[in-house]
């Protein structure tokens, strides 16, 4: 095991978007297994460190790769491409607009209090950002279009912004 590998080659997985979560998932328990701080709890102060920096490095790697939008993200990452997050011009008009005219539901669905929209609303953009999930293993995995994935990224991480939104507005009309 090499410390600064990418996540992928820490759990000897091929670096593409579509992943075989359990493969993952059973590396993961395996590897945890092996560098757990638990098991050099009666070793050296040195062992005992370099143990908690392997979990730490194991755990952080895991948290990556098991949700598609880091994923996605850690991959334009390895290809050096920069997402450009920081710049809201880059999205275009009628997404910034879809966005205005989601978040004007949610609001009127949450100060109704409708918790029945809420779900509905959930749902909805639920199938919606599987769809954009699948758009992107295309353009990561077959078509390897770092442009485009990276358009698709940044939409994707206003969707699961506005995704927890509605989860929150539904936590408060259960209330």
Do not use: C
């Amino acid at each position: 095991m090499e410390f600064n590998a990418d996540h992928f080659s820490l759990f000897e997985l091929p670096a593409t978007f579509r992943l075989d979560a359990a493969l993952l998932d059973r590396r993961y328990l395996e590897m945890q297994s092996r560098v757990h701080p638990d098991r050099f709890a009666s070793a050296g102060e040195a062992e005992r460190r370099l143990s908690l920096q392997w979990a730490t490095r194991v755990n952080e790697a895991y948290q990556t790769l098991r949700k598609p939008l880091p994923r996605a993200r850690y991959l334009l990452q390895l290809a050096a491409h920069e997402l450009g997050s920081e710049n809201n011009a880059l999205m275009p008009h009628d997404f910034l607009v879809e966005q205005m005219e989601w978040r004007e539901a949610v609001g009127e669905a949450r100060v109704a209090r409708e918790h029945h929209e809420l779900e509905h609303l959930h749902h909805r953009l639920q199938r919606d950002m599987l769809e954009r999930y699948d758009e992107i293993a295309i353009l990561l995995d077959d078509q390897h279009d770092l442009e485009q994935a990276a358009d698709r990224v940044r939409r994707l991480m206003f969707l699961e912004k506005l995704l927890s939104e509605i989860d929150d507005a539904i936590a408060v009309s259960e209330e």
